[in-house]
């Protein structure tokens, strides 16, 4: 039978890491007939599965969307890239592979914004649900789940250095972010499995491939929905320039991401009134919210020219031949290495007060952007990325056109507000005192924000800032949101968000892992007819 005949009981939008733990579950019931659709292809790329390679993955359009948002006017009007897989795995294919859940706090919080069901007693079970963690099964950890999680595997004396001296400075060690509290400085698990990416293609997808009742197509961009007196009946897609349709008797479920999924709604005619009929596109639901709440996570780049050798120098022959023998045999040292090797979370006030930044500390450096072509420094340094946790700012994401092939308006100010400029101040100070602080301070030549008043780390920071890159917000749950706590999409029936776009307020932490929970409780939803 033709595809296009077929009566799908699920049909998923985007194979990305919500999709693929879609995909998995809604598939594993026999009876049900499932359908993904991707706008990238399989993740067999080397790049993606070597964990070292990342920066060669991220930001690059034949895995990345790479969307171009408006001007920042607090950043000299550039240009930022906000990357979005395309790809099987979607993010958990690009990402530093850093596993954090975010604090108890953010979770227990959403029910402030109407949503029931999410506090962190209700989410546990579902993070357990996928998590096969090196650690012993305890109250905060499983071994029974399908996602590898696993503890560091690149070792380097700079790491205990910056514990040691976050220590010192005050910052109880943490072995454990993702236990009873994420308060502290300590080595980061990551999303790995025998050294390579673990991602949620490898994880849920490539598994379950053969399971009779599940077709994935790649290569289709999602044009909108088919909606039909107020129900969803239906996708249409276009592919290599011709356009078709798919039925269904169930349930569509958009996981296209916090850039794709607003778009899919607002051009299938969910959203501001405004902006559909600017864009010649019938209303079916009115709801201001779509594309709004647009989050992420504020960071600043730091630099600290070393004495002692970094994994960036490590490119000598005899070096690459030891690193390579010691990934191939061991699934260790530096071709293991994610994003980070460490991180610390503290407050900018009270230091042990509840965290609202974050340190990604790494003992090699590197001058990358998206789009922009990897640089290594030839001389050893250490990079860190601070992070602003709990972020004021909020932007937007429109349709341009009706045409899927266009790309979004995306407006966000990276500073926007006063107040999480203000922060970053005091998290770099706290930064920099840690990095002046014993051991570490023997090894570093060079602080740049020891010697710097506030106005001058204000300028240093709008010039190193990026995004955290952990976009959420944009089709969000509760009582001002477009999603009922369910995730289904208010005044539509048989259609559901699942993806980063549903967190009312994004959590502090890397999202990734946060992201599968969502997908593991909203397929728990779906199945059990909620």
């Known amino acids: 039978?033709?595809?296009?005949?077929?009566?799908w009981d699920y049909i998923i939008l985007g194979a990305g890491t919500a999709g693929c733990v879609l995909a998995n579950r809604l598939s594993a019931i026999k009876n049900n007939k499932v359908l993904l659709l991707e706008a990238g292809y399989c993740d067999t790329s080397i790049k993606i599965k070597i964990p070292a390679l990342q920066p060669y993955v991220f930001g690059k359009k034949e895995f990345d969307w790479c969307y171009q948002a408006q001007p920042d006017k607090t950043r000299n009007n550039i240009r930022p890239i906000w990357p979005a897989g395309k790809v099987w795995g979607g993010g958990s294919s690009l990402n530093g592979m850093i596993y954090i859940r975010g604090q108890k706090e953010d979770f227990n919080e959403w029910k402030n914004y109407g949503v029931d069901g999410?506090?962190?007693e209700d989410v546990l079970k579902f993070f357990l649900k996928s998590e096969n963690n090196e650690e012993e099964n305890s109250y905060y950890h499983s071994q029974n789940g399908l996602l590898k999680i696993s503890n560091l595997k690149s070792n380097h004396l700079l790491n205990d250095a910056f514990i040691d001296a976050a220590s010192n400075f005050g910052l109880p060690k943490n072995n454990?972010?993702?236990?009873?509290?994420?308060?502290?400085?300590?080595?980061?698990?990551?999303?790995?499995k025998k050294g390579l990416r673990h991602n949620a293609s490898s994880a849920f997808l490539k598994p379950i491939l053969k399971r009779d009742n599940l077709k994935v197509i790649s290569g289709v961009l999602i044009n909108k929905l088919i909606i039909k007196d107020s129900k969803v009946i239906g996708i249409n897609i276009i592919n290599k320039n011709y356009s078709k349709n798919f039925i269904s008797k169930g349930e569509v479920?958009?996981?296209a991401g916090s850039i794709g999924s607003p778009m899919i709604l607002q051009r299938s005619g969910i959203g501001d009134a405004s902006l559909l009929k600017q864009n010649d596109i019938k209303v079916e639901v009115n709801h201001k919210a779509v594309g709004e709440n647009l989050q992420d996570h504020p960071g600043v780049y730091c630099e600290y020219p070393v004495n002692i050798s970094t994994f960036n120098t490590e490119f000598k022959f005899n070096k690459m031949l030891k690193h390579g023998l010691n990934w191939l045999f061991n699934g260790s040292g530096p071709i293991s290495t994610p994003a980070a090797t460490c991180c610390a979370f503290?407050?900018?006030?009270?230091?042990?007060?509840?965290?609202?930044a974050q340190i990604h500390f790494s003992p090699f450096s590197y001058h990358y952007s998206p789009l922009s072509k990897l640089h290594l420094p030839k001389y050893p340094a250490i990079l860190t990325g601070t992070c602003i946790l709990n972020p004021e700012t909020k932007g937007r994401v429109s349709i341009s056109s009706k045409d899927p092939q266009q790309p979004p308006i995306i407006e966000h100010s990276?500073?926007?507000s006063e107040k999480d400029l203000k922060n970053m101040v005091k998290a770099l100070k706290k930064l920099s005192q840690i990095m002046s602080s014993k051991p570490i301070s023997k090894y570093i030549l060079n602080n740049p924000i020891i010697k710097l008043n506030d106005i001058q780390i204000k300028d240093f920071i709008k010039s190193n800032s990026f995004l955290g890159y952990h976009a959420s917000g944009t089709c969000c749950m509760g009582d001002k949101g477009i999603l009922n706590s369910n995730l289904k999409v208010k005044s539509i029936k048989n259609l559901r968000v699942i993806d980063a776009s549903v967190m009312p307020k994004i959590i502090r932490g890397n999202t990734n892992a946060t992201v599968i929970m969502i997908a593991e409780k909203g397929a728990d939803y779906i199945l059990s007819k909620r």
């Open 1 to 7: 039978m033709s595809l296009e005949k077929i009566e």
């Open 118 to 120: 999410w506090n962190y």
């Open 414 to 416: 990276l500073w926007d």
């Open 253 to 255: 479920i958009v996981s």
């Open 176 to 192: 454990d972010f993702n236990g009873e509290t994420q308060i502290g400085s300590g080595k980061v698990q990551a999303f790995q």
């Open 346 to 356: 503290f407050n900018t006030n009270k230091i042990l007060d509840r965290p609202n």
